[in-house]
């Protein structure tokens, strides 16, 4: 799967309702992972934190319910966006009084368009550029969809892997990454990319953000990473 798609973690215990959610998520683009059991899913979470969660309430184990509660409780994990799957109106109710602090939920069965639509939802709140939103920081402007990057009205001219960082660090303007961050985001977590290429990245998107002049927006953090502003 090409790198910067975002993740979702996909918990349910029926091999085909896991099919056809990953058949489709992938075919939105989304990288997708599961996780059979609550303390699989709990286990994957703290690894590598997904972008949004997918969690169906009937588990063998620890119920989704719990899970959700879990996650919302830890300060590393409570803004993940959690979409619960139900399925009947008792748990409907539960969620919707939002007893477990679940983002959103969908009752079963769903359609798959409606799910679709829910995630990209969350996404456009914890990831923008994932959905092709337009993305604006001081004088820079993003265009997800269209690639196009301007800068005081300038276009200005960046390679693929600079869009990406762009792309994340215009997602949470302030926002401290470190390089191992970067690299999963920018480069993918499957690949083996020094954590000097980050900076060798980072130089050159520096370089052509400041073509035509204008402070150099991108803020060295010592002994932490980097940050947009
Ligand atoms: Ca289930």
């Not at 934190?49 to 590393?76: N, T, Y």
């Not at 399925?87 to 939920?105: N, Q």
């Not at 079963?108 to 337009?134: D, F, N």
């Not at 993003?142 to 001219?157: F, N, S, W």
């Amino acid at each position: 799967m090409p790198a910067n798609q975002p993740t979702v973690l996909v918990v349910e215990d029926e091999p085909a309702q896991r099919d056809v959610l990953t058949y489709n998520l992938e075919a939105e683009g989304y990288q997708v992972s599961l996780a059979e059991t609550g303390d699989d899913a709990v286990l994957q979470v703290t690894e590598a934190p997904p972008d949004v969660i997918v969690l169906d309430w009937m588990l063998p184990g620890i119920s989704g319910i719990e899970i959700c509660r879990r996650l919302k409780a830890s300060q590393a994990t409570r803004n993940i966006p959690v979409i619960m799957l139900t399925a009947c109106t008792e748990e409907t109710d539960r969620v919707r009084g939002l007893e477990t602090g679940a983002d959103d939920y969908v009752v079963k069965p769903y359609s798959v368009i409606e799910l679709m639509a829910r995630i990209r939802t969350q996404l456009r709140r914890v990831r923008p550029a994932s959905v092709g939103e337009k993305l604006e920081y001081d004088d820079i402007q993003l265009d997800a969809e269209t690639h196009r990057v301007t800068r005081a009205g300038h276009p200005i001219k960046l390679g693929p892997t600079e869009f990406r960082l762009l792309s994340t660090f215009m997602d949470k303007p302030g926002r401290v990454w470190t390089r191992e961050q970067l690299l999963d985001r920018v480069w993918g977590r499957d690949i083996y990319v020094d954590t000097r290429t980050v900076d060798v990245h980072i130089g050159r998107l520096r370089k052509a953000l400041r073509q035509n002049g204008g402070e150099d927006p991108v803020r060295t953090v010592r002994g932490a990473g980097y940050a947009l502003g």
